[in-house]
Nanobody, 130 residues
Framework: QVQLEESGGGLVQAGGSLRLSCAAS????????MGWFRQAPGKEREGVST????????LYADSVKGRFTISADNAKNAVYLQMNSLKPEDTAVYYC???????????????????????WGQGTQVTVSS
């Protein structure tokens, strides 16, 4: 059974930074794709960023480009989301997802289609105050 555990959320002022972590209980971590999604109150869950572990390819939503950075540590079976220059509109519960799938590498699939991911963590709250 695959388990994903997020951590690192919290309360931060606008302009501040947070680093989210997601630990995955899987073997052969490098063959998966790991993504970060978020869901704000009253809104649908949206893709933020994703990384293909095997070759380090990354995708970002336009709303976070230049501010967020995704990375992975194969030795720790973990993926991270460094969030800088945070804005109040970044406030949401952040979820990490794991995908066994292989597919065309574009935001259309990997950030817009949640069904690409097979497992999800329980989420971590990020609150950005103005």
């Amino acid at each position: 059974q695959v388990q994903l555990e997020e951590s690192g959320g919290g309360l931060v002022q606008a302009g501040g930074s947070l680093r989210l972590s997601c630990a995955a209980s899987v073997r052969t971590f490098k063959y998966y794709t790991m993504g970060w999604f978020r869901q704000a109150p009253g809104k649908e869950r949206e893709g933020v960023s994703t990384i293909r572990i095997e070759d380090g390819s990354m995708l970002y939503a336009d709303s976070v480009k230049g501010r967020f950075t995704i990375s992975a540590d194969n030795a720790k079976n973990a993926v991270y989301l460094q969030m800088n220059s945070l804005k109040p509109e970044d406030t949401a519960v952040y979820y990490c997802g794991l995908s066994f799938l292989k597919g065309y590498w574009s935001t259309t699939y990997w950030l817009d289609v949640q069904d690409m991911y097979d497992y999800w963590g329980q989420g971590t709250q990020v609150t950005v105050s103005s």
